[in-house]
C-alpha cells in the first residue's frame, strides 16, 4: 500500500521535529497523490529545491527518493520557480524547511 502524500508528510514533520529541524506546509496539494516539492531555506538570503525522483523503488513500488533539483541559489529565484510549477500543477504540495545547516531528513 502506498503513502499518501498528506500521511508521507505528516510523518516526516514528527521526524523533523524530534531533530530540531523546523518545517511548514506552504501550499497543500492533492491529498493522496499530489507531488511534493520542498523548499530548502538557508536562512541566509539562499534556498534550494528539493523533488522526488520518477522513477520508483522496483521493491516496494513506492515512490523514488528525493533530490536536488536545484543547487543554493537565491532565495527570490527559487521562489519564482516554485510559483511557475504551482501554476501548471494545482496537485502539488510546497513545504518549506528552514535550516542553517541544510538539514532536511528527507531520505532518512
Not at 5 to 24: D, M, N, P, Q, T
Not at 74 to 98: K, N, T
Request: charged letters at 30%; a negative charge; hydrophobic letters at 40%.
Amino acid at each position: 500500500m502506498r503513502l499518501t502524500s498528506e500521511l508521507w508528510i505528516s510523518a516526516w514533520r514528527v521526524r523533523c521535529e524530534a531533530a530540531g529541524v523546523y518545517l511548514h506546509v506552504v501550499h497543500r496539494g492533492e491529498r493522496t497523490a499530489g507531488d511534493i516539492l520542498v523548499k530548502l531555506s538557508f536562512m541566509d538570503g539562499r534556498a534550494s529545491l528539493w523533488s522526488r525522483t520518477p522513477i520508483p523503488d522496483p521493491e516496494t513500488g513506492q515512490p523514488g527518493a528525493f533530490e536536488e533539483e536545484v543547487a543554493p541559489a537565491a532565495e527570490a529565484e527559487i521562489d519564482a520557480l516554485i510559483a511557475r510549477r504551482r501554476q501548471r500543477d494545482r496537485d502539488l504540495w510546497v513545504v518549506e524547511v528552514e535550516d542553517r545547516h541544510g538539514r532536511h531528513l528527507l531520505n532518512d
